[in-house]
């Protein structure tokens, strides 16, 4: 099951935490690359972060020093750990995998979408 399933999302209040998990399996390879997505109402779909196969970590200016990835020991569940949350991080959150990491950021593989989380920041 390459599709990657996200989960985690909800409502939660500004300056709180929230962690989201993000599902694939299916890689002969080793660990895949995966990255983050976010769409607010109204607006582009958006690259939050990215884990590399090697567990490198890039991220978008927004998050820088918010948000953290990680990865479970088996390399299927990668995590986005979001602090200090704000309004504006509210939107849906898609995770893709298979897709290209670069220092710069990452690639996603037109593919492998998962479903998407909604993430509500509100008082």
């Known amino acids: 099951q390459v599709q990657p399933v996200e989960s985690g999302g909800g409502l939660v209040q500004p300056g709180g935490s929230l962690k989201l998990s993000c599902t694939s399996s299916?890689?002969?390879?080793?660990?895949?690359?995966m990255g983050w997505y976010r769409q607010a109402p109204g607006r582009e779909r958006e690259f939050v972060g990215a884990?590399?196969?090697?567990?490198?970590?890039v991220f978008a200016e927004p998050v820088k020093g918010r948000f953290t990835i990680s990865r479970d020991t088996t390399g299927n569940t990668v995590y986005l750990q979001m602090n200090r949350l704000r309004s504006d991080d509210t939107a849906v959150y898609y995770c893709?995998?298979?897709?290209?990491?670069?220092?710069?950021?990452?690639?996603?593989?037109?593919?492998?979408w998962g479903q998407g989380t909604q993430v509500t920041v509100a008082s």
């Open positions: 893709n995998t298979r897709g290209s990491f670069a220092s710069d950021g990452y690639y996603p593989h037109r593919h492998y």
């Open positions: 299916g890689s002969i390879f080793g660990f895949d690359a």
């Open positions: 884990i590399s196969s090697a567990g490198m970590t």
